[in-house]
């Protein structure tokens, strides 16, 4: 029944790192057994955005070479029941691991996960080749830009070339004031350009900011919008079918009014 | 104000320049490469050729970015410009 997620994106700095740190992090208090994978193999980051960077000691090519066992490598997150990471390496390159390998390793955390979640470098060179090699899924991550979204469909290709069929799309940083006014692109359109089905959507807030500065992933925060869709995210991840969430600011004079005459 | 105009050119807003050049750059990326429109432009010069006698070296063949029929958005179109030399009977 363990499943392995790929978060892709084709494009850096759209939020691969944030999604699978926030994604683990929603599944997990859920009950599920998670481990992230951090592929990014030169450019570790995972261990940062999770907060656990200095309890880092071996990693995933430490595995993959065989110079520690694979229960040493894996960080346990004390602020979540069961969630784990398997940091990158940060002195080797792309080239330190191959296909092969990666589907192994990923066999094998089979055995002791529910869900195992591969954030995937940027790019579509050996680091991306590696992550999707072991993947049964993907959530192909993209912002209501041009450049990301163009690079999003590229990923999808490339995707269905390498054996994963089953993905969908995660937009990011959303912002609904500029949708309104006809300066961002509306998911619709997104959907309707790439052609592939939602996982969720997440609105640009300054608290995705906040947490990461702080190491502490952003669903920890209750009342935050991000928190809600990643949560929502998690959920159909399992199965479970939740409506998209009103992504309408709640605060406001106006809304506050609104609320009160209940519409 | 802006607004306003907005609402009146809704061709205007960024998100639909955005859209329509989104549209035009993926279908060259997913494949009306520059190889596969020769090869549409051999076959259809080849069907031609049946009936009509073409001026080969004054083709012209290109996707372009045109109006739609009602003026409302830009869309991808196959252009083709064949000169003809005279008709085969």
Do not use: W
Request: aromatic fraction near 4%; charge should be neutral.
């Amino acid at each position: 029944m363990a499943e392995v997620i790929v978060v892709t994106s084709g494009k850096g700095g759209v939020g691969k790192t944030t999604t699978t740190s926030n994604i683990g992090a929603a599944l997990s208090s859920m009950g599920k057994k998670v481990v992230l994978v951090d592929t990014d193999i030169g450019l570790r980051n995972l261990d940062l955005v999770m907060g656990l960077e200095n309890r880092v000691v071996f990693n995933l090519v430490d595995v993959i070479e065989g110079s520690c066992k694979l229960q040493s490598a894996l960080v346990k997150d004390k602020r979540f029941e069961n969630l784990y990471l398997l940091p990158a390496a940060q002195t080797k390159d792309k080239d330190a691991i191959n296909e092969e390998q990666m589907k192994k390793l990923c066999e094998e955390l089979k055995s002791d996960f529910d869900y195992i979640i591969l954030d995937c470098p940027a790019g579509i060179e050996q680091g991306f080749k590696n992550a999707v090699a072991g993947a049964d899924r993907a959530i192909v991550v993209t912002t209501p830009e041009v450049s990301a979204v163009r690079d999003a469909d590229k990923i999808i290709g490339m995707l269905t070339a390498h054996g994963v069929t089953e993905y969908k799309l995660l937009v990011n940083r959303v912002r609904v004031d500029m949708v309104k006014r006809g300066d961002m692109i509306g998911l619709e359109d997104i959907i309707d350009i790439l052609g592939i089905k939602l996982i969720g959507v997440v609105p640009d807030d300054e608290n995705i900011i906040i947490s990461t500065n702080r190491g502490e992933p952003a669903v920890l925060n209750e009342k935050s919008k991000p928190a809600e869709a990643y949560k929502n995210v998690a959920k159909r991840i399992m199965g479970i079918d939740v409506p998209l969430m009103d992504l309408e600011e709640k605060g406001g004079i106006f809304s506050a009014i609104k609320r009160i005459f209940g519409k | 104000m802006m607004e306003f105009f907005n609402r009146l050119f809704p061709r205007n807003k960024s998100k639909n320049v955005a859209k329509e050049r989104l549209k035009l750059v993926l279908m060259g990326d997913r494949g009306v490469s520059p190889e596969v429109l020769e090869k549409i432009k051999g076959e259809i010069i080849g069907v031609l050729s049946k009936y009509i006698e073409i001026e080969d070296n004054e083709l012209d063949f290109k996707i372009a970015n045109t109006e739609n029929e009602d003026g409302t958005a830009i869309v991808p179109a196959l252009v083709a410009n064949i000169p003809i030399r005279r008709i085969k009977k």
